[in-house]
């Protein structure tokens, strides 16, 4: 199982129609993030299906975890790494009888209480946010901030991954590193981009300058 950490790519066909879910799932990989994320809450079964296949042709045999949203039947079909779930998805723990010990279930959580229950049941890691202010998710709420992701991140054991999402640019990024965030998830960052898969590795590189982020 990889790791999660550094930068963590989610697909979003709508911030900017040029680029579709495949083309930012291949710029994630090519620029190195080390999870893409497939989310895509208006799609057909059918569609996302179609997508998955293609995205886990891509990520196969990559450093790259590819991670469904909600959709535990599609994680499945394609045998993706994993799957993400908020709360009006299927618990974590059903999520985990459907889909084994042997994949990763990550949870949305928005403060501290939320992400000591997801770790009790048995999620692989949490999602907190939204950090900044975003488009990408309007029933996000207003944004927590950084100090919010210092208390999740306080909140949990010390080698348990925590992403934070919403809203996070380059310039904004450090921060969230350095208040204790794994993983920084990206949308419009990398979806606006002229050159989404040159903006990842911007972002991994950053990583690495603020975290000192290791390659294995």
Same mark, same amino acid.
């Given at each position: /199982?990889?790791? %999660?950490?550094?930068?963590?790519?989610?697909?979003?066909?709508?911030?900017?129609?040029?680029?579709?879910?495949i083309?930012?799932?291949?710029?994630?990989?090519?620029?190195?993030?080390?999870?893409?994320?497939?989310?895509?809450?208006?799609?057909?079964?059918?569609?996302?299906?179609?997508?998955?296949?293609?995205?886990?042709?891509?990520t196969?045999?990559?450093?790259?975890?590819? !991670?469904?949203?909600?959709?535990?039947d %599609?994680a $499945?079909?394609?045998?993706?790494d994993?799957?993400?779930? &908020?709360d009006?998805? $299927?618990?974590?723990? $059903?999520?985990?009888?459907?889909?084994?010990? &042997?994949?990763?279930? &990550?949870?949305?959580?928005?403060?501290?209480?939320?992400?000591? #229950?997801?770790?009790?049941e048995?999620?692989?890691?949490v999602?907190?946010?939204?950090?900044?202010?975003?488009?990408?998710?309007?029933d996000?709420?207003?944004? %927590?901030?950084?100090? /919010?992701?210092?208390q @999740?991140r #306080?909140a949990l054991?010390?080698e348990?991954? $925590?992403?934070?999402? &919403?809203g %996070?640019?380059?310039?904004?990024?450090?921060?969230?590193w350095e208040?204790?965030?794994?993983?920084?998830?990206?949308?419009?960052?990398?979806?606006?981009?002229?050159?989404?898969?040159d !903006?990842?590795?911007?972002? @991994?590189?950053?990583?690495?300058?603020v975290?000192?982020?290791?390659?294995?």
């Open positions: /199982m990889g790791r %999660i950490w550094g930068v963590y790519v989610v697909t979003d066909r709508f911030v900017n129609p040029r680029w579709s879910h083309d930012l799932a291949r710029a994630a990989v090519k620029g190195g993030a080390a999870v893409v994320q497939l989310r895509d809450k208006t799609a057909t079964t059918r569609q996302l299906l179609e997508w998955a296949q293609t995205i886990r042709e891509l196969w045999r990559t450093d790259t975890l590819f !991670i469904v949203n909600d959709r535990v %599609i $499945l079909a394609v045998d993706a994993g799957v993400h779930v &908020g009006d998805d $299927l618990p974590v723990p $059903l999520a985990r009888r459907l889909l084994g010990a &042997g994949k990763i279930i &990550g949870r949305s959580v928005a403060n501290p209480q939320e992400a000591k #229950q997801a770790v009790a048995g999620a692989d890691y999602s907190v946010g939204a950090v900044f202010r975003t488009s990408t998710k309007p996000a709420g207003a944004p %927590i901030g950084v100090e /919010m992701v210092k @999740v #306080q054991p010390p348990y991954p $925590l992403v934070a999402i &919403g %996070i640019t380059l310039q904004t990024a450090p921060a969230v208040a204790g965030a794994d993983a920084v998830a990206v949308v419009s960052a990398v979806a606006n981009a002229e050159d989404p898969a !903006i990842v590795r911007q972002f @991994v590189a950053l990583w690495r300058r975290r000192g982020g290791a390659t294995e």
